[in-house]
């Protein structure tokens, strides 16, 4: 079966003031952005933001309230955008009562790809995410991170344009969680449009070329990630522990210095002169006999970025 | 996509959808000897130590074989998958939900057809003649299609307990085996009786069964037909409206 081609080739994703509410509350609070063709897209927010209820409106599983979105360039649940797509949920499985071997199969069939290429696809991916001569065994006697391994070899029998996972490395051991960032980075240079939604800035920060950062149902910033860290640029800081005790007011009167915190035996002092506070602190040990033990400067994180973000959204 | 090649792929995806069903639920060992155990000993209960003629009971036996095989399982398989966390996934394909749930009604169908299959052929065995087998085995497809209908139903209320589906199944199903001229021919029936018989639409399968089986049917076949059909495109149409409703409740 041909599809006629997608109208705008260019966006992957366009969304356009979507909304959903549960029971009058407002889960995802009219959001607008779109992910070009190709590219590797973050959603990041804490629990609860509203990263699953915006993935299954644009996969399909839920209807908006409000606004609308495009997948490949058809309505987001229309038969054709899910045929061009694939999704791993946050909480999925796979049939346990079958064997890999035929829950691939089985999603094969649902997008009705030839069995000689469903075949080639199953062995290429099975050996790919390292289940290959498990194949045949049931789902059942699976690890966690082996499920996790086959539902996005899952997702990919199909060869989707589009790749949603939400969340999809929460929970899992080091390796497949490592295995399956790597997949992802893979498909994305093959051209595949990937939107991830994570809790995890590190994750965001080592795989996406732009990131989403939503919270309370809204979206406060998308950018790359270098650029929302530049937003946080007043959160540079100096790290600093004593081999003797110190009061922390004595750090937080430093010329420069905007707060502190006390994290472990070490102390933490945000300032936007990283550099003028370092020589402060040192100068500051001279004058009182203190011993320094370590001493750091750190530019801000994703996670400080966040932070910032969202304080200023809070007091907007 | 022309229309038609879109219900043509949508019909190939509902026939993958029954048969992982079938795979799934369908072929564990203890549901089907359980799905004609059950109503076989139900039945010889009410029926043992009443000098019935096997002409008189098999009509009746069949039709419960087929009501309780029917409607076993199709309210369970939505609950279920919705349990195993796979129900999200499968909304995720290139599926309308119909194609689904008329998957899931067609897998037991296919179930309750193959399991009738066991005591129509006793009754054969045991010496039974059908008059009219066309007529006989129509009405064995469309109660079945019928009743797999009705069973997906009781699956609607968006519970993913497979127990608390399984108990509003079993309200709807022993009431309805007693009000079906099962035990008593809808002739012996008092009229309120029978007026209580029309609702279920076990009654015409089991009149039609007693018109080809002992010839003496108490309704003319013409409307155990039209009943049995209207009680089917109902039913049909219900499962699909209704869990259109439901189902982004169960996620
Ligand atoms: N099915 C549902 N019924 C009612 N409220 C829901 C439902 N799903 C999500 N919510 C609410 O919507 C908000 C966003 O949830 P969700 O999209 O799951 O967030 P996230 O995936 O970012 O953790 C939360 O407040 C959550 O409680
Ligand atoms: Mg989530």
Redesign the interface.
């Known amino acids: 079966m041909v599809s006629s081609p997608a109208p705008d080739r260019k966006a992957a994703i366009e969304v356009c003031h979507l909304t959903k509410r549960y029971n009058g509350v407002v889960a995802v609070d009219d959001i607008s952005f779109e992910v070009r063709a190709g590219e590797f897209f973050g959603f990041l927010g804490p629990n609860g933001a509203g990263k699953t209820t915006t993935v299954r409106m644009l996969t399909g599983i839920i209807r908006a309230d409000g606004g609308s979105a495009l997948v490949m360039g058809f309505p987001a649940g229309s038969l054709k955008a899910k045929q061009m797509a694939s999704v791993v949920p946050e909480m999925a499985n796979a049939y346990t009562d079958l064997s890999a071997w035929d829950n691939l199969m089985l999603m094969a069939d649902l997008y009705s790809i030839p069995a000689r290429t469903a075949k080639e696809r199953a062995r290429e991916l099975l050996h790919t995410i390292g289940l290959l001569e498990r194949k045949d065994s049931q789902v059942r006697a699976y690890s966690r991170g082996m499920r996790q391994r086959l539902i996005l070899a899952m997702a990919l029998i199909s060869d989707p344009e589009v790749l949603f996972l939400d969340e999809p490395t929460s929970g899992l051991d080091v390796q497949s969680s490592r295995l399956i960032k790597e997949l992802l980075l893979k498909l994305n240079r093959a051209g595949k449009t990937i939107f991830l939604t994570t809790h995890d800035m590190d994750e965001a920060n080592q795989l996406c070329h732009r990131v989403a950062i939503i919270n309370k149902g809204k979206l406060i910033a998308i950018n790359a990630p270098e650029q929302l860290k530049l937003t946080a640029s007043r959160r540079h800081s100096v790290e600093v522990s004593f081999a003797n005790s110190i009061h922390p007011s004595t750090l937080a009167t430093l010329p420069g210095v905007s707060d502190v915190q006390r994290l472990g035996d070490k102390y933490r002092l945000f300032t936007s002169a990283p550099g003028e506070v370092a020589a402060a602190v040192v100068s500051l040990a001279h004058a009182h006999g203190f011993k320094i033990i370590s001493l750091n400067t750190l530019t801000p994180s994703l996670e400080d970025a966040f932070l910032a973000l969202t304080e200023e959204a809070k007091h907007a | ?1 022309p229309e038609h ?2 219900v043509w ?1 949508q019909l ?2 509902l026939l ?2 029954a048969l ?1 069903d079938i ?2 639920y369908y072929s564990k060992g203890p549901v089907v000897v359980f799905g004609v155990l059950f109503p076989v000993f139900l039945f010889l209960a009410f029926s043992i130590g009443r000098e019935l003629t096997i002409d008189f009971m098999m009509p009746g036996l069949i039709g419960m074989v087929l009501f309780f095989t029917a409607t076993s399982i199709s309210p369970v398989v939505v609950p279920w998958e919705s349990q ?3 129900l ?9 939900l119909e194609t689904i749930i008329a998957g899931d009604i067609f897998a037991s169908f296919l179930f309750g057809t193959a399991i009738s299959l066991v005591p129509i052929i006793a009754a054969l065995a045991l010496g039974v003649t059908v008059s009219s087998p066309v007529l006989f085995g129509l009405a064995v497809l469309l109660a079945s299609l019928c009743f797999a209908a009705l069973g997906n139903i009781f699956s609607v209320p968006p519970s993913n307990v497979p127990a608390t589906v399984n108990m509003i199944a079993a309200a709807v199903r022993f009431p309805v085996i007693f009000i079906s001229g099962i035990f008593i021919p809808l002739q012996q029936l008092p009229t309120w009786g029978q007026w209580i018989a029309y609702i279920s639409p076990l009654t015409y399968f089991t009149d039609i069964a007693r018109g080809c089986i002992q010839g003496e049917a108490h309704l003319p076949l013409v409307v155990d037909f039209a009943l049995l059909l209207a009680f089917t495109i109902v039913f049909l149409v219900l499962a699909m409206r209704l869990h259109h409703r439901t189902m ?1 409740r169960r ?1």
Do not use: F, G, N, Y
Request: one cysteine or more; aromatic letters at 0%; glycine letters at 0%.
């Open positions: 996509m090649a879109l792929q190939r995806r993958v959808i992982k795979r799934i195993a966390r796979t999200e996934r499968l909304m995720s394909c290139p599926l309308r982004p996620l």
